[in-house]
Nanobody, 124 residues
Framework: QVQLVESGGGLVQAGGSLRLSCAASERTFTYTMGWFRQAPGKEREFVAA?????????YYADSVKGRFTISGDNAKNTVYLQMNSLKPEDTAVYYCAAYRVGSRPSRDYEYDYWGQGTQVTVSS
């Protein structure tokens, strides 16, 4: 059972930046790690993913391409989400997730393990 703990959320003004971290309880070099978010009254949506099994391939939702960057440090069992040029519509609870076997990193049903979430609020 992989434990995932997110951190780094907070309140930021539009145009600002935040970096989220997701610390895993075990080595993640064979996993795909993803970030999802859920805003009040909306469904959970894919944000970004990184697939260590695919030599570090990254995937992004169209809404965050060019603004967000996912990266990881296998030595620290940690995945990061650097968020720049934040917009009020980025306000949501951000969740880290992981799976070992699967092929669709943008689909939440592929993920076996989830963190508790961290709140990101972007003020206008």
């Amino acid at each position: 059972q992989v434990q995932l703990v997110e951190s780094g959320g907070g309140l930021v003004q539009a145009g600002g930046s935040l970096r989220l971290s997701c610390a895993a309880s075990e080595r993640t070099f064979t996993y795909t790690m993803g970030w999802f978010r859920q805003a009040p009254g909306k469904e959970r949506e894919f944000v970004a993913a990184i697939s260590w099994r695919s030599t570090g391939n990254t995937y992004y939702a169209d809404s965050v391409k060019g603004r967000f960057t996912i990266s990881g440090d296998n030595a620290k069992n940690t995945v990061y989400l650097q968020m720049n040029s934040l917009k009020p519509e980025d306000t949501a609870v951000y969740y880290c997730a992981a799976y070992r076997v699967g092929s669709r990193p943008s689909r939440d049903y592929e993920y076996d393990y989830w963190g508790q979430g961290t709140q990101v609020t972007v003020s206008s």
